[in-house]
């Protein structure tokens, strides 16, 4: 894909000295292998994101796509979250994960239980009230194995949807502590959405577990795409309570041994990352593009706005 095509906040970064590129990533794709072709205008998307999450790659996507190879064999995302990318792009084929169990539960349910899970959300969307809400949130932390799958997952959603600006956020104990959102009239229940991403998850893997054992398997010519937890800005700037364990400096340099080891078995690799030293250090030597993204997530309207962060390839543009 040309630069030009690139949106123009993109800025590229040139890392000093950076290492030959392998020839490796440069193997073409088995015959037999499906591809999946990015064209420059995508079609339209069946379905968007049915969750919204934390550090949601929503207003990233214009320059995700700019920035993926034009075409793969199957597709990666170890850390899953709200998937935009994945809902956008579609792709015939995928291996899906994430570690949060309960999220990857909802998204099992949804592909194959759909029905099942509106019914049950439109329960809750009846009943909605703060007494409700907290009522569901205790059930939910005090009774987890009480629940079948689909009562999970319909209640997994219905906190997400009205839960104090849709943030999933658990302690220590695994326990979700996020208060009730001050909504008019939340969307509880979008069944054409539902029913839409029921479609397109039926085509993917979905999996729980690490993100090593995730891509273990990926080939030459695959697709990795890793939107880990974000190296924080700051002391006060971390936030990655998606679940009770956390996703430290050690986690992201194995992380980025993982996408060393990929860049050497020629498989296409992107990862979106917040702008720090520590996260610039660790892919010296690949190509890091820089970018202006708004965020939201703080609780004060006054620290909320653009924030530099960084998307790094391992040069198959």
Not at 80 to 101: I, K, Y
Not at 299 to 304: C, D, E, F, Q, W
Request: charged residues 20%; positive net charge; glycine residues 6%.
């Amino acid at each position: 894909m040309p630069s030009s095509a690139r949106l123009s906040t993109l800025q590229h970064i040139s890392s000093p000295s950076p290492a030959p590129r392998p020839s490796a990533r440069l193997r073409p794709l088995a015959r037999t292998q499906p591809v999946t072709r990015i064209q420059p205008a995508l079609r339209p998307a069946p379905s968007g994101p049915i969750v919204k999450w934390a550090g949601g790659k929503g207003k990233l996507l214009g320059a995700l796509i700019a920035n993926m190879p034009a075409r793969f064999g199957r597709y990666f995302e170890p850390f899953l979250g709200g998937g935009a990318l994945f809902f956008r792009v579609s792709p015939e084929r995928a291996v899906l994960a994430d570690r949060n169990d309960d999220l990857m539960n909802l998204y099992r349910c949804v592909a194959w239980k759909v029905d099942a899970v509106i019914q049950r959300l439109e329960a809750h969307r009846a009943e909605h009230s703060e007494d409700h809400y907290y009522a569901v949130r205790d059930h939910w932390n005090a009774e987890p194995r009480t629940q079948s799958a689909v009562e999970r997952a319909a209640a997994f959603l219905y906190l997400n949807k009205t839960c104090y600006n849709g943030l999933f956020r658990v302690n220590q104990k695994g326990h979700f502590n996020v208060p009730m959102g001050r909504y008019t009239e939340p969307r509880i229940c979008d069944r054409e959405q539902l029913k839409a991403a029921s479609q397109v998850l039926r085509g993917a893997e979905l999996n729980t577990g690490s993100f090593a054992d995730q891509v273990a398997d990926a080939r030459a010519g695959d697709f990795v795409y890793f939107d880990p937890p974000y190296d924080p800005v700051s002391r006060t700037a971390s936030f990655t309570s998606y679940t009770a364990s956390a996703f430290g400096p050690d986690e992201q340099r194995e992380l980025a041994t993982v996408v060393r080891d990929l860049t050497r078995r020629g498989v296409h690799v992107m990862v979106s990352s917040s702008d720090t030293p520590f996260i610039r250090r660790l892919y010296r030597g690949l190509d890091i593009a820089q970018i202006a993204v708004a965020r939201a997530i703080n609780s004060r309207a006054s620290a909320r706005g653009a924030v530099s962060e960084l998307i790094v390839t391992n040069g198959y543009l």
